[in-house]
């Protein structure tokens, strides 16, 4: 069963609209974020209203992404909401132009979990260039635009296969800002990419940080606010620096971390000069590892699947673990394969719809 409802907000000068329809039972990730949406939202503007005449009960099978998405208005944004492991995404059909329907700016505004849609950004699926079937980009909740994202591409692949009516198993090629990535859907409905080659090379991270194992960073000693902790740098296209403690320290406990904390030093050393994000890695077994992680440009999320892979690919470099793990995210597990004959990593995790919805830009 899903859920229709129309929401008003009222703004000076004008008058804002924002629809959803949930394509998932009411216990689900969709109606916590409306519960939630509908208490901040009235708590923090008394001229907001949700009007229960507006209301409607459907099912979800009489939704999809296409017939919903076919729908022109001028000033109206029709967009599906996925998460991959609760990292969600706005998800725009922006297949005609390569000049995406949503500014930074509006990106920000539509990311706002108390005034918005709320999502860690927005993703827009635009026409390939050089041979690829399609172009992904995303702007983040901060209006920035990252290079790429693991569980933004596999809620793209979804989205693709809802818009082009694809089934069963499928594969296609999507251009992004960190080069060729290849999502391939799985007949259980998980998303399989070819993530690429890690990039090592301390410049090429980027890093100021002395490259000190064939022109990578392993290891490598980083003061943060007066402590030293010992990291290893991997690019995924986008930069990452991941840890496992501090100088010294025994296994790293990830949940007893202050995150909101410490991370924002990390994302703003001057050691990035592209800014980084940051994993916080415990170490269970030689094939099982948690992270946590924060995001540059989006800070805390629930998971990150470059992320994920530059864990394992630190980890197998500094020798605490093999080369395909289960990295547990606070929004649930990822496989992560870093294969040693062609030197990609494989990355097989969960995307799912949370709901449909438009909104006046």
């Not at 297949?95 to 709320?118: H, W, Y």
């Not at 209006?143 to 693991?150: K, L, T, V």
């Not at 198993?169 to 399989?192: C, M, N, R, W, Y």
């Not at 490598?220 to 986008?238: I, K």
Request: glycine share 8%; hydrophobic share 40%.
């Amino acid at each position: 069963m899903a859920i229709a409802a129309a929401i008003s907000l009222s703004l000076p000068l004008q008058t804002r609209r924002f629809s959803v329809a949930s394509a998932a039972p009411l216990r689900s990730t969709s109606s916590l974020h409306f519960d939630s949406l509908r208490s901040n939202l009235s708590l923090k503007n008394p001229n907001f209203r949700v009007s229960a005449s507006s209301m409607s009960i459907g099912t979800a099978d009489k939704i999809s992404a296409a017939s919903f998405l076919d729908r022109r208005e001028s000033g109206i944004l029709h967009f599906v909401k996925y998460h991959g492991l609760g990292n969600d995404f706005i998800l725009v059909d922006n297949r005609d132009s390569m000049e995406p329907r949503v500014t930074p700016e509006q990106a920000v505004k539509l990311c706002d979990r108390n005034f918005g849609i709320g999502a860690d950004g927005v993703i827009f699926a635009m026409p390939g260039i050089n041979g690829t079937d399609y172009t992904m980009r995303i702007f983040n909740s901060d209006g920035s635009e990252p290079e790429m994202c693991g569980n933004g591409v596999r809620c793209f692949a979804r989205f693709i296969a809802e818009l082009e009516n694809l089934h069963g198993k499928q594969s296609f090629t999507v251009h992004t800002g960190a080069g060729l990535i290849v999502p391939e859907i799985q007949d259980d409905g998980k998303v399989k990419v070819d993530m690429g080659e890690p990039i090592l090379k301390a410049s090429d991270v980027p890093t100021k940080l002395p490259a000190n194992k064939d022109q990578a960073v392993v290891k490598s000693d980083l003061e943060v606010d007066g402590v030293t902790w010992s990291v290893t740098c991997v690019s995924m296209g986008n930069p990452h620096c991941v840890t496992f403690g501090t100088k010294g320290s025994q296994n790293l406990t990830v949940d007893e971390l202050n995150l909101a904390a410490i991370g924002p030093k990390f994302e703003h050393h001057e050691m990035f000069p592209a800014r980084t994000n940051t994993e916080f890695v415990e170490v269970f077994s030689r094939s099982h590892l948690k992270m946590r992680v924060w995001e540059r440009g989006a800070g805390a999320t629930l998971a990150c699947g470059t992320g994920a892979c530059a864990v394992v690919v630190a980890a197998v470099l500094e020798g605490r673990a093999a080369r395909s793990c289960t990295v547990d995210l606070p929004g649930g597990p990822l496989e992560i394969e870093w294969r040693e004959d062609d030197n990609h990593i494989y990355m097989t995790g969960p995307a799912e719809v949370v709901f449909y919805g438009s909104v006046p830009l």
